[in-house]
């Protein structure tokens, strides 16, 4: 009789922390700068693989700088258990790239399952579309998800001297308990720096080349 393969473990289960932030602007390019920042006064958050910063909400400009949105979150994923340890990020200043961000009180939010998933920025060595989509095909199969997808328009960005490539993702078609997973674990390396997190999404035509 063949034996069948074990499903995989599922992730421990993730909460977003979202911290009031005073600001006005950071540089166009600032997800690793700000990375650096609070990992500086949250050293632990380098060793959590799921853990990340979503990418802030900005608009931007011609001059290599992003305007904060108005009432703008700063917001970690991290897992459960490491919730009052990121609640210590709140009175902060960080200084991103020169751009002076004030943090303020922080509060939890539990992850909220939707059949349709978006992340700005997925991770990828794929140098076009079909291998990247090839990729998320092969992953979902490795979580035995059965989610459907469609790959967005191409995302770059830098950590420090390295250059780091991908695409935009939107997931759909995904059970409750799926969509936990998914959101908890995230896909793709540098997640840390807010590649490959993944939030509810309203409208997939809207998410996926955003």
Do not use: C
């Not at 608009?59 to 994923?77: C, D, E």
């Not at 997640?191 to 997190?197: D, N, P």
Request: hydrophobic residues 50%; charged residues 20%; glycine residues 10%.
């Amino acid at each position: 009789m063949t034996a069948v393969a074990a499903a995989p473990a599922p992730a421990a289960i993730a909460v977003d922390v979202a911290f009031d932030v005073a600001g006005t602007s950071v540089p166009a390019d600032h997800a690793w700068a700000l990375l650096q920042e609070v990992e500086a006064l949250l050293p632990w958050l380098a060793d959590e693989p799921a853990a990340g910063i979503h990418p802030l909400r900005t608009a931007p400009t011609t001059y290599g700088v992003a305007l904060l949105a108005q009432r703008t979150k700063l917001v970690l994923r991290v897992p459960e258990a490491r919730l009052p340890d990121a609640l210590a990020l709140a009175g902060a200043v960080l200084d991103v790239g020169g751009s002076r961000l004030a943090v303020g009180n922080g509060q939890s939010r539990a992850l909220r399952p939707s059949a349709t998933l978006s992340a700005q920025r997925v991770a990828s060595a794929a140098a076009e579309v079909g291998a990247f989509e090839a990729e998320v095909a092969q992953w979902l199969a490795a979580l035995r998800i059965g989610g459907r997808y469609i790959a967005g328009r191409p995302r770059h960005g830098r950590a420090g001297d390295r250059e780091i490539a991908g695409f935009a993702l939107a997931l759909h078609g995904l059970s409750a308990t799926d969509s936990l997973r998914i959101q908890s674990e995230g896909m793709g390396p540098d997640r840390r720096a807010g590649w490959g997190l993944f939030v509810p999404a309203k409208a997939i035509t809207a998410t996926a080349g955003a």
